[in-house]
């Protein structure tokens, strides 16, 4: 008996009764829990990859897809010396207090360089990296002590306090939930576009791979972890592809998102196809379990490749001309 998949189709079900719904969103809009440790051990993470993959290493403006419920991966780049953060998501679960919170936190692991929380604290925080040690080869002490000046942190909680203020301040955050929309950042104004557990979930992915580029100047570049496993919707890691799409389609009910259910190399085809060169790729394998004859028809095609990827870290850079 897959237990997993009949809860997973009660709380499908449940979203259709009115009121449930709201309050379901309600509920795990809190509980995705992200301190200020994790938010730092993302972005030093997304930072140090970058580095190492000749990208210039101090994005003045970056943009961060589905951050959840605190916007703190961002606040740690606003630190390292950025100035212009743009958050965008499905559901608005920013939280004000939270936030505040964690940034003051984030100024106290900074302040005193503190290593990258590593993955025996944080094992889904990808990717795994050779040494956790703070990154004073990047973040250099010139660099922070201009970056963490204490009148730029009080512009940062100046510009928390009051998000989404366009007048021309030093430091300046933008929010924007539910977001659709390519007019929300100028095209070609971004540096850094980032997600952390976010992809996965996207309904419209080629829309969005060709907003980001839109977004991004010629040579900006994007940074993302993307987990294919099944969220505790199946047994086994990867067995939401055995699933119908009418079953999937009871399963997701009314929620703003679930997943897209697209594995690795759909993301990679379509980030190559709408204009962008793949500079790292680091897959995490696991082994499938399951057998082909019970995967729903449109996956029992996917190559052995994708039916082992449970999880990916990828950068990718603009191509300057389509040309290249
Ligand atoms: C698993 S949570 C991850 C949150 C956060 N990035 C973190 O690391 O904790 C997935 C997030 O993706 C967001 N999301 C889902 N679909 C999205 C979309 N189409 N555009 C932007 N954000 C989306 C959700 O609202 C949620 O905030």
């Known amino acids: 008996m897959n237990f ?8 499908g079900i449940a979203t259709y009764i009115p009121g449930l719904h709201a309050h379901m969103t309600q509920i795990f809009g809190t ?3 992200r301190s200020a440790r994790y ?6 993470r997304h930072l140090t990859m970058a580095h190492k993959n000749g990208f210039p290493n101090k994005p003045n403006v970056i943009a961060e897809l589905g951050p959840g419920d605190s916007l703190g991966v961002g606040f740690a780049a606003l630190l390292s010396g950025s100035n212009k953060f743009y958050a965008f998501d499905v559901v608005k679960y920013n939280n004000p207090k939270k936030n505040l919170k964690i940034f003051d936190e984030l100024v106290d692991l900074f302040k005193r360089r503190e290593n990258i ?5 944080f094992p889904e925080v990808e990717p795994y990296i050779k040494s956790y040690e703070f990154p004073g080869h990047i973040l250099t002490e010139t660099r922070l002590n201009e970056a963490l000046r204490p009148e730029r942190i009080e512009s940062i909680r100046n510009a928390i306090i009051n998000l989404n203020n366009a007048e021309e301040n030093e430091i300046q955050i933008f929010y924007f939930a539910p977001w ?3 007019a929300i950042i100028k095209e070609e104004s971004v540096d850094m576009i980032f997600s952390n557990a976010v992809l996965e979930h996207v309904d419209d992915l080629k829309y969005t791979y060709e907003l980001l580029h839109r977004w991004l100047k010629p040579g900006g570049f994007m940074s993302h972890q993307i987990n294919f496993e099944c969220h505790e919707i199946a047994k086994e890691w990867n067995g939401h592809w055995t699933y119908s799409d009418f079953v999937w389609r009871l399963i997701r009910g009314k929620r703003s998102f679930l997943l897209n259910r697209d594995p690795h190399s759909t993301h990679i085809e379509l980030m190559k196809k709408i204009g962008f060169k793949i500079v790292c790729d680091i897959k995490v394998k696991k082994v499938s379990k399951i057998q082909r004859k019970k995967m729903a028809p449109r996956f029992r095609n996917l190559s052995e490749e994708d039916l082992t990827t449970s999880r990916a870290f990828i950068q990718a850079i603009k191509k300057n001309n389509w040309a290249e």
């Open 39 to 44: 938010c730092y051990s993302r972005w030093l």
């Open 31 to 33: 509980i995705f829990g």
């Open 180 to 182: 659709y929309n390519s």
């Open 4 to 11: 997993k998949k009949y809860i997973a189709l009660s709380r």
């Open 117 to 121: 929380p590593n993955e025996i604290r």
